[in-house]
């Protein structure tokens, strides 16, 4: 799974910044024949990105850079994760930690993105994060029974 | 305070090492070391029972009580 998490960071990051590459041109730059040429002038939703004040458009930038940024901070968090349970360390106080953290990103963005299921999602995680917690006093008191 | 361990004098009055008490009561010497320093949360009866017998003493040479406001942890001689 760490694997897994591994590739999907890269990809997601070489997406994102093909994909923010791609959209700068789009929105910022007057290219109408590329725009054409990728069958996006006929779209309504396109056009009203498009015609949007400069101001508005160049204020979506770190809006999709915070969105960019807090995915991969969730990849990179599961992937340290999913190592710690490959590893067997799995009732350990980093994982709570990081159990914690991702769902507070989680949080974060679903309020950013208007997503009331990554918001359910969030509270789970972060309820999963107080059974790690009671595992983990567990797990410490079984490694300190002689 | 709680709960001291004096494992370490009875350990001496019967020369007997670490590594071969742990060995004789069947732990490891980590977790024998783990009851010597006092950082044990919990001690089974089986592993008091094989300790007094391999050092032939009673539990309460073993273990002592000082009064703490609060917690309950072994701590070490």
């Known amino acids: ?38 069958e996006l002038a006929d779209d309504p939703d396109w056009q009203r990105m498009y015609n949007l004040p400069l101001a508005l458009k160049i204020l979506m930038v770190p809006y999709f850079v915070a969105l960019v940024v807090l995915l991969l901070k969730i990849i990179r ?13 799995v009732f350990r106080p980093s994982n709570v930690d990081l159990i914690r953290e991702i769902g507070k990103i989680m949080i974060v963005l679903s309020i950013l993105t208007f997503h009331l299921d990554t918001l359910i999602v969030s509270l789970l995680l972060l309820l999963l994060c107080e059974v790690f917690k009671t595992g983990t006093s567990l797990q410490e008191e079984h ?4 | ?16 090492s670490l ?18 320093t006092g950082k044990a949360k919990a001690l089974r009866i089986t592993t008091l029972e094989a300790i007094c017998k391999e050092l032939d003493c009673q539990p309460g040479d073993l273990l002592e009580y000082k009064r703490e406001p609060e917690g309950n942890t072994i701590i070490p001689d």
């Open chain 1, 1 to 38: 799974m760490s694997v897994v998490l591994n590739i999907t960071w890269y990809v997601v990051l070489i997406g994102a910044i093909g994909g923010g590459l791609f959209l700068f041109a789009m929105l910022l730059l007057p290219l109408g024949g590329i725009t054409e040429a990728v």
């Open chain 1, 77 to 89: 968090k599961s992937r340290v994760l999913f190592q710690n349970f490959r590893d067997d360390v």
């Open chain 1, 143 to 146: 490694d300190l029974t002689v």
């Open chain 2, 1 to 16: 305070m709680g709960i001291i361990f004096r494992l370490d004098r009875v350990m001496a009055d019967r020369k007997v």
């Open chain 2, 19 to 36: 590594g071969d008490l742990a060995a004789r009561v069947g732990i490891t010497n980590s977790n024998l070391s783990i009851l010597k």
